[in-house]
């Protein structure tokens, strides 16, 4: 194809873009620079699967064990696959940038569609607000990790991480500031980095570990947790191979920038999910072959146990520090992802009045079209969050939580709104889109939500059942505290202001299905 039909082609996809947005009463305000690979990028460096499934070994080796690890992952894996499909049907139908909030609004009967709507806002904002948390605090410590690891005088206080954390916000940041509209372009090159990442922690680790054997890793189950019984540490545990699957619905909350973007969007949805299970397996199978003792690994004093395996692999604090910075520079990039995509939910959600100061809190900056002050909001409220760590041993355990809940509960909304239109109106008056489900969509549907009940459920279970102010479960706090505000709000400001999707476009008529 010549380069001129290149171009015709890519300009009849934006102009197509833009009658879907005025379809939806909305105006193009973004440039619309992320293509299928760009998308696919920005989604990876958010699911991180093999990344995140390091961060957060220890906590399904306490509760589950290797086996309960591995047949945790499967059944999370599968999980995922069925939420994706539900998500990728929503988002081909209606690509706007916010998601959820979006679907909600547009799908659901008419008597509870405003609130329903609000509330889906609010929970999808919580998801990757503490997305952002979570990982500047993993940044954070695991600098923190290292700093145990080669200097044994160190004296570790959790205020240190803390504050590294807010260093590794303030990089996000400055990383968004500095690209602007490159951001595209910077997320293709952070998919070669998350591929070759994978590559070069694998190989080294795998040829100088001793390996276990396959018994000790398929038939091995732990219950460190102390627990009354075996199955219900193995659901405490399931956590871990749940927050590995999360995030995949990161190109609707940048829909408005995508290129073709009811195509894509689901395009980008399932191979991310696809490519990150397969690295996540990979990766999780390397762990449970080549670690050491199960509860040392639990035990570890730099706070990971991945850094532990490393420096045993290697034989040498150098050889571990080294594979360890492959880690911090890719969750690095991910923290400048998350800031990304968090903005612009906010942004978003602010868009139709949905949170206070909505009048500057959505405001672009007019040079690199980027919601800057939503930026610097979320910056400065996720600083605070990180705070947590303070008083709290477990505060990693807490965002994951959080995150699982929130974004579980976002999804249980988001897939019983299209449930019910589903039931209830004749499918042939529902204006699909490039991706449907056909006649699979109500089981579909159905085993997605059930899943997802499970994960919300034990979202907010702690470790053990032996609970302290510096071990328990934070989740409830973080999670009820902010839909309490959001209530508040609703009821003496949102609910008079806050309408739903608002028509930005004289004339244009929001398409209710």
């Not at 990790?145 to 590294?164: A, E, S």
């Not at 206070?356 to 910056?379: D, E």
């Not at 969050?385 to 988001?414: D, H, R």
């Amino acid at each position: 194809m010549s380069e001129k039909k290149i171009e015709a082609t890519s300009i009849t996809e934006v102009a197509d873009d833009e009658k879907v947005l005025a379809r939806f009463g909305k105006r193009q305000q973004f440039g619309r620079g992320f293509s299928t690979i760009s998308a696919i990028g920005l989604t990876c460096a958010l699911m991180l699967t093999w990344d995140v499934l390091i961060m957060s070994l220890q906590y399904g080796l306490q509760n589950g064990g290797p086996a309960g690890l591995f047949y945790g992952y499967i059944v999370a894996w599968i999980g995922g696959v069925f939420q994706a499909l539900v998500m990728a049907e929503m988002a081909s139908m209606i690509p706007l940038a916010g998601g959820p909030f979006n679907w909600v609004s547009i799908l659901a009967p008419p008597w509870c569609r405003k609130f329903l709507s609000y509330l889906a806002g609010w929970i999808t904002i919580i998801v990757w607000q503490t997305t952002v948390s979570g990982t500047g605090f993993v940044c954070g410590t695991i600098v923190q990790g290292l700093l145990i690891l080669n200097h044994p005088t160190y004296v570790p206080q959790r205020w240190h991480g803390t504050l590294m954390a807010c260093a590794m916000l303030a990089v996000a940041l400055l990383i968004n500031l500095l690209l602007g509209r490159q951001l595209p372009r910077f997320e293709i090159f952070m998919l070669a980095v998350y591929i070759a990442g994978f590559i070069g922690l694998v190989v080294p680790v795998t040829r100088l570990s001793t390996h276990k054997s396959a018994a000790e890793v398929f038939t091995v189950f732990q219950n460190l947790g102390g627990w009354s019984t075996q199955g219900v540490s193995f659901f405490v545990g399931f956590l871990t191979a749940m927050n590995c699957f999360l995030a995949f619905d990161a190109p609707d909350h940048i829909a408005e920038e995508i290129e073709n973007a009811a195509k894509v969007i689901p395009i980008a949805m399932l191979s991310s999910l696809t490519l990150n299970g397969i690295l996540g397996l990979g990766m999780l199978l390397v762990l449970l072959f080549c670690m050491g003792d199960i509860v040392a690994a639990t035990q570890s004093t730099t706070g990971y146990p991945f850094i532990d395996i490393f420096t045993s692999a290697t034989g040498s604090a150098r050889g571990g520090t080294a594979l360890t910075c492959v880690i911090l520079t890719i969750n690095v990039f991910s923290l400048a992802g998350a800031l990304a995509t968090a903005s612009r939910m906010l942004w978003a959600f602010s868009r139709e009045k949905g949170v206070p100061f909505s009048k500057h809190v959505s405001k672009l900056h007019s040079r690199t079209q980027t919601p800057v002050v939503a930026m610097v909001i979320t910056v400065i409220l996720n600083r605070l969050v990180t705070f947590i760590y303070i008083g709290s041993a477990v505060a990693l355990q807490a965002f994951i939580g959080v995150i699982v809940a929130a974004y579980y509960s976002s999804f249980f909304l988001c897939a019983g709104v299209m449930l019910h239109k589903r039931l209830t109106t004749p499918e042939s008056t529902i204006p699909w889109r490039p991706f449907r489900l056909g006649r699979f969509g109500v089981p579909v549907t159905v085993i997605a939500i059930l899943y997802t009940m499970i994960g919300f459920f034990f979202s907010f279970w702690p470790y053990t059942p032996v609970v302290t102010p510096s071990n328990m479960n934070y989740t409830v706090v973080l999670f009820g505290g902010t839909i309490l505000f959001s209530l508040f709000f609703w009821a003496f400001w949102g609910r008079k202001v806050y309408k739903g999707p608002i028509v930005e476009i004289q004339g244009s008529v929001i398409e209710i299905m």
